[in-house]
């Protein structure tokens, strides 16, 4: 039988007590991150309601090309976003999309929780996880303490925090609540080191939030799902995943903790193609062919690096990749200048090679 009404009520308050608790303490690293329109942003507006002006009465609507589609940055829903506290001196992260990305970068203000604000300058981005390191001057923030990797399990209750769009500046967080649906998400998508899953409501308003336990501690950041290219971390996957399936997904801290070092030194991390293709055999990966030329026509790494085909795959910087998927998630660690030990097996000898990644 239901239980009474006054438990059923009980119940729900000690629940709404423990996640306000979290999102009390997940907020104090929580930031809204604004980007400030560009010339040609206010020209791409202004277009754009010129097209959508009523022609008077008795004329007709001239006809003209369309307006040149918004760039990233210019829509009113995308000039404002989330962003967490990575590093108590100043480093934040959010969405690589509000910093203007692919196109020019613009000028950028960090809202802090308690009311200050600063003028941000990009330190390094990641094309891959779709994420941007900003740096501003300000000092003893507050940093989420992170959940032990070995608690980074499916089941986990999990609450996603952020900032919703068109609200005014310093406006009180959303809070959406849910589980850990999965830890190593995304693997049919792009394997790009496992990314977490959840039903928490996530979107744009809260991607490059943190994604916390009921204890306001760290599972990772939210990432972008809907994006159409598909070299990106968390992709649309020709319509697996789409943007209000009622998933949401998230950077586990255990990969952010290797990432951010690097964009603090200013570094672009992209995403790396090998240059071979590969066929799985019972004796192991094949290299079916290997592709001569990149993009920019040069040496592809695999083609630098002498392998052939008829080549066995073993293993990348000793991990072993005795599949095309388990290949295709150990390449997305790396980037775009990186190096590698390959080790690979022609005919019945072992050898070393070492790739240098160049772009796809």
Known sequence: PPPPRRSRGHIADMLGAVLEDAARRGARALVAVRATQLPEDA???????KDREEPAEGERRPRRPPTPRRIPGAKAGWDRASGLVVDADGLVLCPLRVTGWPHALRPLKVDLPDGRTFDAT?????????????RIPATGLDVLERVP??????????VALGHPHGQPENATPQLTFGILSRTEALGLVHPAFRALQTDAAVSGANRGGPLVDIEGRL??????????????????????YVDNAGLGFAVPWTVLDRVVPRLARGETLKPVLMGVQTVDAPEGLVVAAVNEKN?????????????????????????AVRTG??????????SVGDEAKLRYRRGTEERDATLKFTEP
């Open 219 to 240: 599972f990772g950041v939210l990432c972008d799902v809907h994006d159409t290219d598909p070299f990106g971390y968390a992709t649309k996957g020709h319509g697996r």
């Open 122 to 134: 990009v330190a390094g981005t990641d094309e891959r996880l779709r994420l941007a390191l900003l």
């Open 325 to 334: 998927r388990e290949l295709r998630r150990v390449l997305a660690g790396y």
């Open 295 to 319: 993009s920019k026509d040069e040496p592809t790494a695999a083609q630098a690096a002498g392998l052939a085909k008829g080549d066995v795959l073993l293993s990348l910087d000793g991990e």
């Open 149 to 158: 990797a070995e608690d980074l399990r499916a089941g986990s209750l999990a």
């Open 43 to 49: 020209q791409i507006l202004a277009e754009e309601a």
